[in-house]
């Protein structure tokens, strides 16, 4: 029990130390040698684009939800004024970073490790290193920044479509006014709010870039492995953007 | 002059010790071919050449050049040098034929368009494949795949080139036709040029000098016709000739 204990241990604590080295030469190649523009908006179009109906859909029913739900209560206290700042603060704040990085790492970041993982299959990855390109500067590196990119780009739409649905919610529930509403979410926020959330989704689109193409390029040589490295990516990116979540919220409360 | 050269070298996979102290030395412009059975560790050789794997032990030079000590970023001149066909081809499946034959030109860079177009028509002209240049590499099939990729393969003008079980996988009238492509382009690029395969057929149209590999080591070596006349165990078991099929 305890030799397995320690063996896991010690495959843990390499495979971190890997994906150290993995991600500051992935960071030393964006820097260096950056990738052409075109693949990186490729990615981009791939990633953002073709990300936006499942992100957009999730954020509005968040927010007709969210308000529904908050309003159950808050109008037993007759503080339904209060729904736009409650749904404004936790669209910014939380669920429009997380959420939308949440969607992303299903939808993109499976979809990168089983991209990568089956060129490593078929020798692709090898054929690339063979001809003395770097499997960094054209595979991680244009999915890196566009992941880095569009996952904000896509939070920032997410952010005002739940707010909108929140407000259409509010307003044909509970009659709040339009008006009313934005004027309250507005008063509520600050500057920091904003740019919390914004650096959040772009951190949790760095962690998604980085453990999707890293766990794709360590997938093994067999066909089923292509599917484990598949499931394990969008596992360990949901870990991350929750553990990520937890400290940047942490270290955010303490600046402010 | 060398081509490349193996030193005492040796090469493991967990527990499975697939090569147990290579020595071979092939010349400049000469035509080698390593045949053995599966697993036998014949394309590992050829990734230790290219710098893809690194022995355990022993050393692994290309012309003097030791790659088996060089970093990734050393490596990068000798890889352009080198070509390697790999058994499934390896195209990448997101860019056109022209763009796979391209790519390894525009990595290099120093061309413009023009000249990269000419390249790749060439080289496609040379392995039969005219006009196939917007397709894609999943509409192709899989003699034509391989061609595409000797294509990009020989794009570079390397001077040796590595071919990983070229004939895998293809009916017998397309393994002939990439086996007789590889001595005709040995032949017109004089480059150094080294066969892995199992399949005998593919290594008598090619020719050249064999490198029986078994047991992680070259147990024999020579032309094709000592090869057939010697008679060791493992060599005639390979050739189908122990009568164990039987």
């Known amino acids: 029990m305890f030799t397995r204990c320690a063996a896991a241990a010690r495959d843990a604590s390499l495979a971190l130390g890997d994906f150290g080295m993995f991600t500051w030469r992935s960071l030393k190649t964006c820097v260096r040698t950056p990738p052409r523009l075109r693949h990186v908006l490729d990615q981009m179009d791939r990633i953002g684009v073709d ?6 859909v999730c954020a509005i029913f968040i927010g007709i939800v969210m308000t529904l739900q908050t309003a159950l209560e808050l109008v037993r206290f007759g503080a339904h004024l209060y729904i736009s700042r ?21 939808r993109v970041g499976s979809g990168i490790a089983a991209e990568l993982g089956s060129m490593q299959v078929t020798e692709q990855v090898d054929a690339l290193r063979a001809m003395g390109a770097d499997p960094l500067k054209h595979l991680v590196a244009p999915r890196l920044i566009a992941t880095v990119v569009m996952v904000p780009v896509l939070t920032m739409l997410a952010d005002v479509l739940g707010i909108a649905a929140g407000m259409v919610t509010a307003y044909v529930a509970l009659g709040i006014g339009p008006a009313q509403y934005i004027a309250a979410c507005l008063e509520s926020m600050v500057t920091l709010d904003i740019m919390s959330g914004l650096a959040k989704s772009a951190l949790f689109g760095a962690l998604i870039g980085f453990i999707a193409t890293y766990i794709g390029l360590s997938t093994e040589r067999a066909t089923e ?25 942490k270290t955010f409360f303490l600046l402010a | 002059m060398h081509g490349f050269r193996f030193v005492q070298v040796h090469k493991s996979f967990g527990s499975n010790r697939v090569l147990r102290g290579i020595d071979l030395d092939v010349a400049q412009g000469e035509c080698v071919l390593i045949i ?26 290309v012309w003097d ?47 413009s368009e023009e000249e990269i177009k000419a390249v790749v028509e060439e080289k496609l002209n040379d392995v039969g494949l005219t006009g196939i240049g917007e397709r894609a590499p ?13 294509a990009r393969t020989i794009a570079m003008n390397p001077a040796i080139i590595l071919y990983d079980e070229p004939t895998a996988g293809l009916d017998p009238a397309n393994a002939k036709r990439i086996s007789l492509l590889i001595r005709n382009l040995h032949a017109k690029l004089r480059c150094t040029t080294c066969v892995v395969t199992h399949d005998m057929e593919c ?19 020579g032309p094709l016709e000592d090869i057939e006349k010697n008679d060791t165990r493992e060599l005639r078991a390979f050739l189908g000739w122990d009568g164990g099929l039987e």
């Open chain 2, 65 to 111: 050049a030791e790659v088996s000590a060089m970093h990734e970023e050393d490596l990068v001149p000798v890889r352009r040098r080198v070509g390697m066909l790999f058994q499934s081809g390896a195209l990448f499946d997101s860019l056109s034929v022209f763009e796979n034959v391209a790519f390894p030109l525009r990595e290099q860079g120093g061309r």
């Open chain 1, 225 to 249: 492995a292509v599917g484990r490295s598949t499931t394990k990516a969008m596992v360990a990116c949901a870990y991350a953007i929750l553990v990520g979540d937890f400290v940047l919220t």
């Open chain 2, 36 to 61: 053995g059975g599966s697993g036998s560790g014949k394309s590992v050789m050829l990734k230790l050449i290219s710098g893809l794997l690194a022995p355990d032990r022993g050393r692994v030079f």
């Open chain 2, 203 to 221: 290594a008598r149209i090619v020719g050249g000098r064999f490198a029986f590999l078994a047991g992680g080591t070259i147990m024999v070596e």
């Open chain 1, 51 to 56: 990300s936006l109906t499942i992100v957009n």
């Open chain 1, 86 to 106: 409650i749904v404004g603060l936790a669209f910014l704040r939380e669920l429009g970073p997380v959420f939308t990085a949440l969607m992303i790492s299903g």
């Open chain 2, 138 to 150: 999943s509409e192709l099939s899989g003699g034509m795949r391989k061609r595409v990729a000797l």
